[in-house]
Each structure stands twice: as structure tokens, then as C-alpha cells.
């Protein structure tokens, strides 16, 4: 799985929709529901998934499903 798919599968188990619903450019905030219960759990799915640490004040202040790719993809060293 890449990073992208890890993400996306994430952010869908959390907010409890369909991935194909989800795409990079999709707002966690305006798309998905700007909830901290499912952000957190967003956060943490991404952080098991993928061995790496996003701060939640980090969190809270990306917007869109790309930011949070390009976030875990530079916590992973480049890893797609």
C-alpha cells in the first residue's frame, strides 16, 4: 500500500465513509466534518499504519487529505 492509500483508507475508517468518496484534495474540515474524535483516530490509524508520530497541534492545522500524505510521506522518509 502506498502512503496515499494508507491515508485515505485512514481518514475513511475514521470518519465512517467510503475511500472512494476520498481524494488528495478533499477537506478534512468541510468534506469530512471537523470532529476531534475522528481527527484523532484519523491521526492515530495513520500513526500505527505507517510507525510515525503527527503531533495533533500539526494535525489540526492541515486541511486537506494531500497534507496530511505529503506530512506522512516526509515522516517516512520519502516512502510512496
Known sequence: MTVEEVVIE????AYRV???AITPATSVK???GNK???LLAFVSGIEEELDVTIPMGTAQGMSTIQEF???AKELCDGVS
Do not use: V, W
Request: glycine share 0%; hydrophobic share 45%; charged share 30%.
Open 10 to 13: 485512514c481518514a475513511a475508517a
Open 18 to 20: 467510503d475511500a472512494s
Open 30 to 32: 468541510d468534506d469530512l
Open 36 to 38: 476531534s474524535l475522528p
Open 69 to 71: 500524505i505529503d506530512k
